[in-house]
């Protein structure tokens, strides 16, 4: 399966527990007023930020010995645009013993995401950390969902 990756980044530290490999996700319908990757929002129609859950995998481990205490953060855009891939993604990073995090914004009115699916679903069953950005009333401000 191939999703839409905007970059990868090899040390982050502010993305989760440790040191991490940072995944950021291309796509997010929120639009956030203060966003920090606005770059990140559509998903284009092309295929050139194509990338396969193996190809992000190999190039984990290209760097995993400098990841200490960390391991895989998947951020955006919203990763939960491209539910399906995150799934995969974390599901094969999980065989491998790789240390998960989701970082989200999900949203606070169920505009754009199942949250049946979010709250007990496959994606969250595989996340060992979960960091939902959203705060009721300032995501209404910036946001309107």
């Known amino acids: ?10 040390f982050g530290t502010v993305d989760g527990p440790g040191i991490r490999f940072v995944v950021f996700f291309q796509g997010c319908p929120m ?3 203060y966003c920090h990757n606005p770059d990140t929002w559509s998903i284009g129609g092309s295929d050139e930020n194509l990338r396969s859950v193996d190809s992000i995998l190999n ?3 290209g ?4 990841l200490r205490g960390g391991g895989l ?3 955006g855009g919203e990763p939960l645009v491209q539910m399906e891939f995150l799934t995969e993604l974390f599901e094969k990073a ?11 914004h999900t949203d606070s009115r169920n505009r754009f995401y199942d949250h049946r699916r979010l709250g007990n679903g496959i994606t969250r069953a595989y ?4 960091r939902d950005g959203k705060i009721p009333k300032f995501t ?4 309107g969902c």
């Open 1 to 10: 399966m191939e999703g839409h990756i905007h970059s990868t980044e090899s």
């Open 31 to 33: 639009r956030c007023l």
């Open 59 to 61: 190039e984990y481990d």
């Open 63 to 66: 760097v995993k010995e400098f």
């Open 73 to 75: 953060t998947a951020t």
């Open 94 to 104: 999980k065989t491998k013993g790789i240390h998960t995090c989701l970082d989200t």
């Open 127 to 130: 996340s060992d950390y979960w």
């Open 140 to 143: 209404l401000y910036c946001t």
